[in-house]
Each structure stands twice: as structure tokens, then as C-alpha cells.
T-cell receptor
Framework: NAGVTQTPKFQVLKTGQSMTLQCAQD?????MSWYRQDPGMGLRLIHY???????DQGEVPNGYNVSRSTTEDFPLRLLSAAPSQTSVYFC???????????????FGAGTRLSVL | AQKITQTQPGMFVQEKEAVTLDCTYD???????LFWYKQPSSGEMIFLIY??????QNATEGRYSLNFQKARKSANLVISASQLGDSAMYFC?????????????FGTGTRLTVIP
């Protein structure tokens, strides 16, 4: 019963390094998203996807890239890490019932990223 | 304007007592959903309860209930018979159907501490 799997759980980067946060789900969900959680600010949406080949920006997309080549995977790329990207990152997925407000998102365990 | 407001940064409750966590929201969309998530110290986001804007009755899930007052735009979470394991961060979130995507707006959270 894997659900949403994120790797790695922890990562330390130096400023300017690049890396990819991995996210995979086994629930055949069409919708996937990435959030970041900063102290005192709740979760904010970075990017999302409503299906393979379709991605769009959320509230805080700058400095991040995404792609969605399969239904299962939705990686988040940091091309040149900055200290401001130190945060906890969550991936989430749900089925794509766009006309229904009841669309529960299921979250991965999170990736704690520090950029020095 | 903030879409979701949680005005209680921290709350304390005696074990076995009930506690109410406040959430107010702001939207002009007539169709929306309200969600509560729990984040224990281990960091994962756990879905607790959902309330739809057209639901006539307040949602309940075991010891969790939602006090939904549509005219006041509030969706307070009530936890009855608090347990030590309820100590966690609690987030209120909203989805607006008219956005066309399943994106969630989160509040800043309330840290609940259950006292033995």
C-alpha cells in the first residue's frame, strides 16, 4: 500500500547545485502537485499536473521545473539551488474530478531540503 | 487577501476534553471544498475530514467533526475526547472548483498540544 512515495527524505545542497526530487504514486491518479512548507506560512503550491504531458504553475514556481512523462511520476527539478529554497517539499496526488469539490489529495512523507 | 485564515498558532487541551480549532475562508466561488489535515511530528500530512459548500449537514469522522457556518465562512474542526496522539499541527485547506484544477490553499496551521 505505497500511495505517494517521495525520495530522498533529506538532502543538503550547496548554492548553485542542481537536483531532482522524485515523486511516484501507485493509485493511478491523474492529478499530481508539489508544495513547499515554510515555517509560519503553511503549504504553498509550486507546480501541478492534471495528466501526463500537462503541467502548470502554482503560487511559487520560480526556480523550479517539472515534467510529467508518465501518470505515475512527477519529478521536481531545482536547476540552481538557492538558500531561499530551503524548505520541506511535499508531493500530492488525487483523482481528476475537476467538477467536484470533494477531491482528496494524498501526500507523500516529504523531502527536507537544506541549501547552504 | 488570505483565502484561509487560522488565527490560533497554538492551542492546549487537557486529555479527554474537546477542543475547537478555528478556520475562516474567503472565496466567491459557490462550489468549494474545505479540508482538514493533521501533521504529526513525523512530518506526514494526514487527511482528516472534508466539508463541501453544498453539504447540508456538518461532516463527522469518528472523533472529528466540522462546525460549518457558511454565512460566516468558517469551518472549525472539533476534536472530541482528545488523546495524547492528537498532539500535532492541524491545517485547514480549501479547493475552489472554478479554478479548474485541484489546487489547495492552506492556512498557516494550529499546533495542538494535548496535556496528560
Amino acid at each position: 500500500n505505497a500511495g505517494v512515495t517521495q525520495t530522498p527524505k533529506f538532502q543538503v545542497l550547496k548554492t548553485g547545485q542542481s537536483m531532482t526530487l522524485q515523486c511516484a504514486q501507485d493509485m493511478n491518479h491523474e492529478y499530481m502537485s508539489w508544495y513547499r512548507q515554510d515555517p509560519g506560512m503553511g503549504l504553498r503550491l509550486i507546480h501541478y499536473s492534471v495528466g501526463a504531458g500537462i503541467t502548470d504553475q502554482g503560487e511559487v514556481p520560480n526556480g523550479y521545473n517539472v515534467s510529467r512523462s508518465t501518470t505515475e511520476d512527477f519529478p521536481l527539478r531545482l536547476l540552481s539551488a538557492a538558500p531561499s529554497q530551503t524548505s520541506v517539499y511535499f508531493c500530492a496526488s488525487s483523482s481528476k474530478h475537476l467538477t467536484s469539490p470533494k477531491n482528496i489529495q494524498y501526500f507523500g512523507a516529504g523531502t527536507r531540503l537544506s541549501v547552504l | 487577501a488570505q483565502k484561509i485564515t487560522q488565527t490560533q498558532p497554538g492551542m492546549f487541551v487537557q486529555e479527554k476534553e474537546a477542543v475547537t480549532l478555528d478556520c475562516t475562508y474567503d472565496t466567491s466561488d459557490p462550489s468549494y471544498g474545505l479540508f482538514w489535515y493533521k501533521q504529526p511530528s513525523s512530518g506526514e500530512m494526514i487527511f482528516l475530514i472534508y466539508q463541501g459548500s453544498y453539504d447540508q449537514q456538518n461532516a463527522t469522522e469518528g472523533r472529528y467533526s466540522l462546525n460549518f457556518q457558511k454565512a460566516r465562512k468558517s469551518a472549525n474542526l472539533v476534536i472530541s475526547a482528545s488523546q495524547l496522539g492528537d498532539s500535532a499541527m492541524y491545517f485547514c485547506a480549501m479547493r475552489e472548483v472554478q479554478t479548474g484544477a485541484n489546487n489547495l490553499f492552506f492556512g498557516t496551521g494550529t499546533r495542538l498540544t494535548v496535556i496528560p
